[in-house]
Each structure stands twice: as structure tokens, then as C-alpha cells.
């Protein structure tokens, strides 16, 4: 059967090249325009036949169609100067700073953050001023005068980590050696500051930590607790695992057998901090020229760095004498007290009668007094006698009570088990922090 002339010539034309590479060409044109429309950044909805384009929102708004700048925080300047330079005038100004009190303390704002004013083009003026005062929240303030100013904190997604590492000159190198922050090991030693004397370390003892991360819109925002820890040395491994009970108010870290890590004294008054000088009843005093008993432990630290109570107690003396320079005295019970010496200043509060918790600040450390640079001379004195702290061993506490043990025990165990799996570095880097 032939086919008319008219279908014949239509069949040859369509069967060229030319034609086939343009419809392939088309097609590909199509499927590219359709990908694209229903791609995630371009949420389409239907109405009633109707494509409707989803808003981004953004600071719990709809920012598609506001204009948007971004500045700086100078030194000195105060959201007043900001809200005058955004267009507001004395009252709109007054009224928004008073509103924004309300949510945080002005002063938190800080040099250097940024914040963002939001401008709707249908309104005159600026619409929105945005501060984050922290990474997991941020302050919406309405310039319009309207009730619509918020603090909102942002949704936290928290993941865990490992971390591990060897000494090979000092905890700090080991850390940062291994690519650890800072922060990290404040929060380690949190964890563990009651049972592991951290201003001896040696050489070739290991740590393994299982820590949380926070995540804000799939970037990091900070870090969480330490959930377990794990130090290890010649002649023992220490644990600590946090643990929280769903019906007790009991919360903390524990060891291995449930007792609680939280000691009666911390083992130091400061951290990050080194022993410059320790207890010796023949030490060469560097100032006075001669051989004279040193009943204590030298912690050298920068000058600030926090000092704090290492035990519950009374303050006795938050004084100043020659030798000692601006010193607290701390009695804990019948028959021990804590002195610290060389203070650049107390912290506010800190008199005699004051009382303290284990942990609080009550001074900063300075070299006032008898002191050749900045230090806090710690001495410990039991039954009137100052005696080397270094050399105690306290008693543990009582452990969780047994009907949270099983739970405890069952929380322990994935812990280790994730701990047993950190690889440990061979060597940490040896470079001065």
C-alpha cells in the first residue's frame, strides 16, 4: 500500500536530521523548565489552578518582598544611635528602646555583631530591627509601633561526637593539636575536674570524650555536654558519665558505679593554670632571698582569671597584709579552711560573712603581696595546721539510689561502648598554645 503524496513528503520531512536533532532539543528545554520549577528552592503550591509560590521566611518573617541591610555594631554605640540612624524619631525611638528592654538587657548589645534592618516598601520607614544576642536566638523589634517585638529562640538539633587524644607535652597541646576547641576542654574538665588533677599530667596518658553538638538550620552553633569521658593513666581509668533522672531532681556526673563524680573540694582553684611552685617545707623564697617553709600550692594564671571556692563554706577574711596581698580565707567546716593569696581584687560580694558554693567565684588572680608575677597561692589548712591538698584523697559519695541503678547502668554501658570505639591519635602537636 503507498501513502498519498502529501503523507509521504510529511513522513520524509519529519525523518531528517535536522527535524530529529530539534525535537530532541525541544524535549530537553522542556524537561529542564519543568526540573527547575519543581525544584526545592521553588515550593510551588495549587489553589483552585492557581500556582502559588512558597514565601522563605526568615526571622519569622516573609522576606521576599523586603529590602534587606546588614551592619555592624561600633564601639560605644547604643541602640538608640541605631534605631535614630534607621529613622525613628524621640518618641518612636523611646518607645521601641522600652519595649526592647523588656526582652533583653540593652547593654548585651556587643561590638562588632551584626544586626539587620527590614524594610517593606508599601510602609514609610524601617519595618524590622533584628539583633542576635547569642547563636540559638535572636530579638525581632517592630519599628512600626506595632505589638508584634519577640525574642525567639531557634529550633536545636543536637548530634553527638567523639573526640580522643594522647599527651605528649600538656592537655591544651593535645587538644588543639587534635583540632579540639577550647570550649571542649573547659566542658572535660567539667566533667572530670573532681578525680583527675589535670596540673600533673604525664606523657602518654589518653582521653576519650563523647560530646553533643547543637545545630541551628544544619550549621554548628555550639557545643553541649560532655556525656561521657574517659581518662586514662598508668595506674588507673577515670570515668565520668552524666546522667539525668526522668523522676529525681538528681542530675550530675557519675562514675562507673553510679557514685556521684562531685567531690567535697575541687582539686584546684583555677583552671588552665599551671603549678608554678609547690608545697615545700625547704623552698628558696624568690623575693625574700632565703630558705622558708611554703605551706602552699602556686596556681601561675593570667591576671583575671577567675578564682573559685573549691568547697561550700563561710568567708572569714577577704583582706589584705604584706606578705599575702589581697587574700580570702574560707572556712568549710570544724576543721578545714582554704586561703587564697596574691589577688588582683575580690569579686563583688566577697566579705567576711559572705557564704559561697563550691564553684563560685571570689576573686581574680593578681600578683599583690610577696608575689613575683600573677599567681594564687592556695593553702589548705586542717585543724589549724596548712597541710599539701595535693596529697588528699576524700572518700566517694554515696552512689545513685538502687531504684535508678538498672537505668544508669543500661545509659553506661552504650556510653562505653561508643567510648571503647574512639581511635586515639598517635602524637598531639607540641606547638605553644
Not at 47 to 73: C, M, Q, R, Y
Not at 119 to 127: K, L, M, R, S, V
Not at 356 to 368: P, R
Not at 403 to 413: K, M, Y
Request: proline share 5%; glycine share 8%; hydrophobic share 35%.
Amino acid at each position: 500500500m503507498k501513502l498519498p503524496k502529501l503523507w509521504a513528503g510529511m513522513v520524509r520531512r519529519l525523518s531528517s536530521p535536522f527535524v530529529w536533532g530539534t525535537g530532541i532539543l525541544i524535549g530537553l528545554a522542556a524537561l529542564i523548565w519543568w526540573l527547575v520549577d519543581l525544584s526545592p528552592e521553588k515550593v510551588v503550591l495549587e489553589t483552585d489552578g492557581f500556582k502559588i509560590v512558597e514565601p522563605t521566611i526568615k526571622f519569622g518573617l516573609a522576606i521576599d518582598t523586603l529590602s534587606w541591610t546588614t551592619d555592624t555594631i561600633q564601639n560605644g554605640q547604643t541602640l538608640s544611635d541605631i534605631l535614630t540612624s534607621a529613622g525613628l524619631n524621640g518618641q518612636q525611638n523611646h518607645e521601641t528602646s522600652l519595649v526592647a528592654s523588656q526582652l533583653f538587657p540593652l547593654t548585651a548589645l556587643r561590638a562588632g555583631r551584626l544586626y539587620h534592618l527590614l524594610d517593606d516598601p508599601d510602609t514609610e520607614g524601617a519595618d524590622w530591627m533584628v539583633y542576635e544576642p547569642n547563636p540559638y536566638e535572636y530579638v525581632r523589634l517592630d519599628l512600626q509601633g506595632g505589638d508584634r517585638s519577640e525574642r525567639v529562640s531557634y529550633p536545636v538539633e543536637v548530634r553527638q561526637d567523639v573526640a580522643g587524644g594522647r599527651i605528649e607535652s600538656s592537655l591544651w597541646n593535645a587538644m588543639v593539636g587534635n583540632g579540639y576547641s577550647f570550649e571542649l576542654t573547659d566542658k572535660m574538665e567539667d566533667a572530670l575536674q573532681w578525680s583527675v588533677d589535670f596540673y600533673h599530667v604525664q606523657v602518654g596518658e589518653e582521653f576519650r570524650l563523647l560530646y553533643e553538638k547543637d545545630f541551628i538550620e544544619d550549621e554548628q552553633a555550639g557545643l553541649g555536654k560532655v556525656l561521657a569521658a574517659n581518662y586514662e593513666t598508668d595506674t588507673k581509668d577515670y570515668y565520668a558519665f552524666w546522667f539525668e533522672s526522668d523522676v529525681d531532681t538528681l542530675s550530675g556526673y557519675y562514675d562507673c558505679e553510679g557514685r556521684p563524680m562531685k567531690s567535697s573540694f575541687l582539686k584546684s582553684p583555677v583552671r588552665y593554670s599551671r603549678i608554678s611552685s609547690s608545697y615545700n617545707l625547704r623552698r628558696f623564697h624568690p623575693i625574700l632571698r632565703r630558705t622558708r617553709p611554703h605551706y602552699g600550692t602556686d596556681y601561675a594564671a593570667p591576671y583575671g582569671t577567675p578564682i573559685r571556692a573549691v568547697a561550700n563554706g563561710t568567708v572569714t577574711h577577704a583582706s589584705r597584709t604584706r606578705g599575702n596581698g589581697n587574700y580570702v580565707k574560707i572556712k568549710h567546716n570544724k576543721a578545714i579552711s582554704t586561703q587564697y593569696l596574691h589577688m588582683q581584687k575580690f569579686a563583688s560580694g566577697i566579705r567576711a560573712g559572705s557564704r559561697v558554693n563550691q564553684g563560685d567565684i571570689i576573686g581574680y588572680v593578681g600578683s599583690t603581696g610577696l608575689a613575683t608575677g600573677p599567681h594564687v597561692c592556695f593553702r589548705f589548712w586542717k585543724d589549724g595546721k596548712q597541710i599539701d591538698h595535693t596529697k588528699l584523697e576524700f572518700p566517694p559519695a554515696k552512689p545513685l539510689p538502687d531504684s535508678l541503678l538498672s537505668t544508669f547502668f543500661a545509659q553506661r554501658d552504650v556510653y562505653l561502648d561508643k567510648l571503647g570505639k574512639v581511635i586515639v591519635p598517635e602524637a598531639d602537636s607540641t606547638a605553644a598554645p
